[in-house]
C-alpha cells in the first residue's frame, strides 16, 4: 500500500501535464488558464506558473489580433464578436490576477492591468444597434415563419445587449413570436363503422403533456377548436381504425385429489368383530381414502385496437398527407375461479386457499373499449413525439 500511493500520485500529476500539454497543442488556452490557477491557488508550483504565463500570452495575442482585425474591417456582421472577445479578454485577466503577482524559483509572473470595459460598451452597444435593425428588417420583409423566428432571435439578443433601452422592442418580439410559431390541431377519430367510442374516451387518447414535444419551443398543439378565427398550419389525425372485441370465453379444467384422512377413520376388528389393541394397549386406527376435484374455471375477453396518426400540412408548402404512422394495442379480462368438490382433507391448505378466488362477470363492451384506449394512449403519445419533432417546421 506505502508503494501504491506514490505510484498513484505520480499517475495524477502525469495525466494533469498531459491534459494541460493537450489543451495547449489544441489552442485551449483559457482551459489551461481555468485549470492552472486553481492550482497555484492551492499550491504555487512552477510547472503550474509556467503554463498559465504561455496561455496568457498567446490566448491574449490571438484575441488582440482579431479585434485589430475586425476594428479595421468595421463590419456590422462583426461587433457581436468583439464584444465577445473583449469580454473573454477581462474574464481573462481577472483570472489571472487571482494569483498574480506571483514569484516562484526567482521568477516573476505579474501583468499589467487594461481597462477594457470602454471597448466592451462600445462594442455591445454596436452589437445591439446591428441586432436591432436586422432584427426589424426581418420583421419587415419576412416570408416565411423562419423569417419571423430568426427576427425573433435577433431581437431578443439586441434586447439583452442594449439594456432594453429600444421602446418599441417588446411588441416587436411579440408579433415575431405569434407569427413564428406553428400552429398543430390534432383531431382524434373513430372510423370502426361496429363500435362506437365515447367522446370523452377520444378526447383521453390525444390528452397528452405537449411541453417536451419542441425544444425549442416553436410549436402549439391544440386539442380541440377553441377559436373560430385560429389558423392552423397543421393537422393531424388520430383515427381509430377498428376495434375487435372477442366473444366471452370460459374454460373448465378439473384435477383429482386423493389422500388419507387425518380424521376420518374406521377400528380393525378381529374376527371375533372386537376392536383390535396395538401392543401399547391402544385402539388401532384404520385411516380412510378420501377424495376431492379442483375444478378450475377460466374467463377470458380480449380487445385489439388498430390505428394511425397522419399528419398533412394545410398552409405551407408542400400541402397534403406529410406522414402516416400506424398504431396498435390490446387489452385482456381474465379470471381464474376454483371449485372444490368432495372432501376438503384430501388437498393441501394452499390449493383450497384457491378457493378463495370468486369468478368475475365479465365486463361491458364500453369497458373494453376504454381499457385498450388506455393501452394505446402510450403509442399515440410516442407517434405524435416523434412526427411532431421530425415533420413540423
Not at 468583439?82 to 503577482?101: D, G, H, I, N, W
Not at 439594456?163 to 411579440?174: Q, R, S, T
Request: aromatic fraction near 8%.
Amino acid at each position: 500500500m506505502k508503494r501504491l500511493i506514490p505510484f498513484l500520485l505520480s499517475a495524477i500529476i502525469l495525466s494533469s501535464c498531459a491534459s494541460t500539454t493537450k489543451n495547449m497543442q489544441r489552442g485551449n488556452y483559457d482551459q489551461v488558464i481555468h485549470k492552472t490557477t486553481k492550482k497555484l491557488i492551492r499550491k504555487p508550483r512552477a510547472k503550474d506558473a509556467e503554463a498559465m504565463d504561455r496561455a496568457y500570452v498567446l490566448a491574449n495575442e490571438r484575441d488582440l489580433e482579431r479585434v485589430a482585425f475586425l476594428e479595421r474591417e468595421d463590419n456590422p456582421d462583426y461587433y457581436d464578436e468583439m464584444f465577445a472577445r473583449y469580454a473573454s479578454l477581462k474574464e481573462r485577466q481577472r483570472k489571472v490576477r487571482t494569483v498574480t503577482p506571483l514569484t516562484i524559483d526567482g521568477k516573476t509572473y505579474s501583468y499589467e492591468y487594461v481597462d477594457y470595459d470602454a471597448k466592451i460598451i462600445e462594442s455591445k452597444n454596436k452589437a445591439a444597434e446591428e441586432f436591432y435593425t436586422n432584427g426589424k428588417k426581418l420583421m419587415n420583409l419576412a416570408l416565411s415563419k423562419a423569417d419571423f423566428r430568426e427576427a425573433y432571435y435577433q431581437l431578443k439578443r439586441a434586447d439583452e445587449y442594449g439594456g432594453h433601452k429600444f421602446p418599441d422592442i417588446e411588441v416587436m418580439i411579440h408579433e415575431a413570436r405569434l407569427n413564428g410559431i406553428s400552429r398543430v390541431i390534432v383531431v382524434p377519430e373513430n372510423r370502426d363503422p361496429h363500435i362506437g367510442i365515447p367522446q370523452i374516451d377520444l378526447e383521453h387518447l390525444v390528452a397528452l403533456d405537449t411541453r417536451g414535444l419542441k425544444r425549442d419551443d416553436w410549436t402549439e398543439y391544440h386539442f380541440k377548436h377553441v377559436d373560430r378565427n385560429m389558423e392552423y398550419d397543421y393537422e393531424m389525425f388520430v383515427r381509430v381504425l377498428s376495434i375487435d372485441i372477442s366473444d366471452n370465453i370460459e374454460k373448465e379444467s378439473k384435477q383429482d385429489y386423493k389422500r388419507k384422512s387425518t380424521t376420518e377413520f374406521d377400528y380393525a376388528l378381529d374376527n371375533n368383530g372386537n376392536v383390535m389393541k396395538d401392543t401399547a394397549g391402544n385402539d388401532i386406527k384404520i385411516y380412510k381414502d378420501v377424495a376431492a376435484t379442483m375444478i378450475k374455471k377460466e374467463r377470458i375477453k380480449t380487445c385489439n385496437i388498430r390505428g394511425e396518426v397522419e399528419i398533412l400540412s394545410i398552409a405551407g408548402e408542400p400541402r397534403g398527407s406529410i406522414a402516416k404512422v400506424p398504431f396498435s394495442a390490446s387489452s385482456k379480462f381474465e379470471n381464474l375461479s376454483y371449485d372444490l368438490i368432495g372432501n376438503p382433507e384430501a388437498v393441501d391448505a394452499g390449493t383450497r386457499n384457491l378457493t378463495k378466488q370468486k369468478p368475475e362477470p365479465f365486463p361491458a363492451e364500453a369497458v373494453m373499449v376504454k381499457q385498450c384506449i388506455d393501452a394505446a394512449k402510450p403509442a399515440v403519445q410516442e407517434i405524435i413525439l416523434d412526427t411532431g419533432n421530425t415533420y413540423i417546421n
